[in-house]
């Protein structure tokens, strides 16, 4: 579970900005909440805000950061992501923290990053204990461009602790080019196949980094032609798009053969042919998977030796002429998108999804995220989202400490803050009282404004 993130020096944030998870006193929508280790997190967060505000940066910051974590510095574009309002702020460190609970046991993972010298500056794991104690799994930084790396934890054993100072001499002063610019977090888990003790534990902090998931409005659901051979998902997704009144009343699958002359179009025809061959022979044993841009097909010969795939079809009342899926609304097709976040996530993880509400009723994206509470509400599962809807700034949908708003500031920065400091009833009408300003984070226009002396000027 997430409990809090903070970020500084990323696009629109310039003085750190922080999101909170913890849950205030509020006695309302108790089923919102998990208690672990006497510590109340929330389940969700909703994001509110003007166009520009930042509210996408917020999702954005935690996107950019995983991808570091997971994946090193040189794999995410460093180029104008500072404070760019700001000219001399791409000498200045970007820094992002988080803030989690595994299990029982509560982290703190922080990492500075230098956009002028495109190296990581810093970098800490520490373990929380319940009497506030703080124990550093391990602590880099950067001195006078020399590189530190160490580890203050009790040992289980001297191997453990050999171990680690092995992992951590090639962070320390002669790091090389390639470890500046990745994660101890990465570099040991993957390293690492310790069942438990501190590698253990590190690499539970890192599968909870790559478990997170995250939906642009862009993002696109690869999986449907899977959906089509599984008769679970097929169930579900007609059980789910019956509910949501798309108008489908069942997701079906239909063997079809692969067109590869016309998948492979673009390729020389001899490495087709080579493609195709190796295509044939690998599915004589077992299904195979192949992925074509975003879509994943999983093939296997049918009886007559023919590689054939299922295609999604959906029945919208007539099983002799199905609609495929690029027949479907924007809406529907987002649907497809964001429905499989309720059946590949009950082992508990982190949802982002920026503009939830993207092609979607109000009263649609209102019944997703009761679902979603219903859904989720014996399991460790956090949903985080952007949206315009002001419907949804409902204290019978919400609680007040899940409702977050970000606004641009007068020197164009972000600034990030909870309704919960408003102190308002249970009873009270926030999204009028939202729409009049009452708590910022809405569009200023201009009153004097005239469009006829736009068009003359």
């Known amino acids: 579970m997430l409990i809090g993130f903070s970020v500084s020096n990323y696009k629109s944030f310039k003085e750190p900005q922080k999101i909170s998870f913890a849950a205030s006193k509020i006695t309302r929508h108790k089923e919102h909440i998990t ?27 935690i996107h950019f950061s995983r991808e570091i974590i997971i994946n090193g510095l040189d794999k995410v574009n460093l180029n104008k992501s500072y404070f760019r309002i700001e000219s001399n702020m791409y000498k200045a460190p970007g820094v992002f923290e988080y803030r989690i609970m595994l299990g029982d046991v509560e ?79 990465s570099d040991i888990a993957l390293r690492t196949t310790d069942k438990k003790g501190v590698f253990a534990e590190i690499r539970k902090v890192y599968e909870w980094f790559a478990s997170v998931i995250i939906l642009f409005p862009e993002s696109k659901y690869n999986g449907l032609n899977e959906v089509a051979a599984d008769d679970d998902k097929k169930r579900f997704f007609s059980a789910l798009m019956n509910y949501f009144d798309t108008g489908i009343d069942s997701v079906e699958g239909e063997s079809q053969q692969m067109d590869f002359d016309k998948i492979l ?78 059946y590949e996530n009950g082992r508990g993880s982190l949802i982002l ?30 949903l985080v989202a952007t949206t315009h809807d002001s419907n949804l700034l409902d ?51 201009d009153d004097d404004f005239v469009l006829e002396a736009a068009y003359e000027e």
């Open 353 to 382: 999804i920026d503009e939830i509400d993207r092609s979607l009723h109000t009263n649609l994206t209102r019944k997703f995220l009761e679902l979603f509470f219903e859904i989720v509400k014996d399991r460790e599962c956090q």
């Open 395 to 445: 204290l019978e949908l919400l609680r007040q400490d899940e409702i977050w708003f970000v606004e641009r500031q007068v020197d164009h920065s972000s600034k990030v803050f909870s309704l919960n400091k408003f102190k308002e009833r249970f009873d009270k009408k926030i999204d009028k009282e939202y729409l009049l300003g009452r708590y910022g984070a809405i569009p200023i226009f």
């Open 265 to 342: 179009d673009n390729i020389p025809r001899t490495e087709a042919e080579k493609i195709k061959v190796d295509i044939s022979n690998a599915a004589n044993e077992h299904p195979i998977m192949f992925k074509v841009g975003e879509q994943i097909f999983i093939l296997h010969k049918d009886e007559n030796g023919n590689i054939v795939y299922n295609k999604l079809l959906l029945n919208h009342g007539n099983l002799d002429d199905m609609f495929d899926y690029t027949d479907e609304s924007d809406g529907t097709k987002r649907l497809f998108d964001l429905i499989p976040i309720f």
């Open 107 to 185: 982290y703190s993972y922080g990492l500075v990053i230098s956009y002028i010298d495109k190296i990581i500056l810093s970098e800490w794991l520490i373990k929380m204990s319940s009497n506030g104690d703080e124990t550093y799994i391990f602590n880099r930084e950067v001195d006078q461009n020399i590189s530190h790396a160490e580890s203050e934890i009790d040992y289980q054993n001297m191997e453990e602790k050999y171990k680690m100072d092995f992992y951590l001499e090639g962070f320390s002063e002669n790091i090389s080019d390639a470890y500046k610019k990745k994660t101890i977090l």
């Open 35 to 61: 208690v672990k280790n006497n510590k109340r997190i929330l389940k969700s967060g909703l994001i509110f805000g003007a166009n520009a505000g930042g509210k996408s940066n917020l999702v954005n910051a």
